[in-house]
T-cell receptor, first 113, second 111 residues
Framework: DAGVIQSPRHEVTEMGQEVTLRCKPI?????LFWYRQTMMRGLELLIY????????DSGMPEDRFSAKMPNASFSTLKIQPSEPRDSAVYFC???????????FGSGTRLTVV | DQQVKQNSPSLSVQEGRISILNCDYT??????FLWYKKYPAEGPTFLIS?????DKNEDGRFTVFLNKSAKHLSLHIVPSQPGDSAVYFC??????????FGKGTRLSVIA
């Protein structure tokens, strides 16, 4: 398996633009998580899905953020409109329950200017 | 409020010596604890875990110790190697809730 695949690896966009981050989890994993890493807050959970259903989105900072998982092999995190304070590294992770912990993707480094 | 705290942002250790990374937690419901390792430009990778029914788990050079009464866990790396230089994240969960991570500790192993 190629692991969790995220795209793009880097994204630079202007304030006010829409940004879409993509994630392909490991086949067979039933949970998917979106985390954001910043210096101030470390790794914080934004939203997670079980069997493609959003379970808890309380970590989504504002209504500008939305996430979808239309099927077991694909998820998106969208920011619209983007703001400079959204600049961070966004990680997607998947797991089969809790066994072995989560497998993370390589992340998307987002810069909003 | 941070439920998982790593109070040392960085740590430097000489090659061959022991590295000790510490983590404190506040939620007494946590029953599963993990350490992740992260290299630059990569995602965190699972390193070692421990459940609350144990107080020690060992895997090669890595040992995790859990002190439930103090709500404290630590990761020992012996002997430390230059390739161990990375950011280490402590994480915890209760039941099937998602992992809660600390802010990380950057370990530098000096040759």
């Amino acid at each position: 398996d190629a692991g969790v695949i995220q795209s793009p690896r880097h994204e630079v966009t202007e304030m006010g633009q829409e940004v879409t981050l993509r994630c392909k989890p490991i086949s067979g994993h039933n949970s998917l998580f979106w985390y954001r890493q910043t210096m101030m807050r470390g790794l914080e959970l934004l939203i997670y899905f079980n069997n493609n259903v959003p379970i808890d989105d309380s970590g989504m900072p504002e209504d500008r953020f939305s996430a979808k998982m239309p099927n077991a092999s694909f998820s998106t995190l969208k920011i619209q409109p983007s703001e400079p304070r959204d600049s961070a590294v966004y990680f997607c992770a998947s797991s089969l329950y809790r066994v072995g912990g989560y497998t993370f993707g390589s992340g998307t480094r987002l810069t909003v200017v | 409020d941070q439920q998982v705290k790593q109070n040392s942002p960085s740590l430097s250790v000489q090659e061959g010596r022991i590295s000790i990374l510490n983590c404190d937690y506040t939620n007494s419901m946590f029953d599963y604890f993990l350490w992740y390792k992260k290299y630059p430009a990569e995602g965190p990778t699972f390193l070692i875990s421990i459940s609350s029914i144990k107080d020690k788990n060992e895997d090669g050079r890595f040992t995790v110790f859990l002190n439930k009464s103090a709500k404290h866990l630590s990761l020992h790396i012996v002997p430390s190697q230059p390739g161990d230089s990375a950011v280490y994240f402590c994480a915890a969960a209760s039941g099937n809730t998602p992992l809660v991570f600390g802010k990380g500790t950057r370990l530098s192993v000096i040759a």
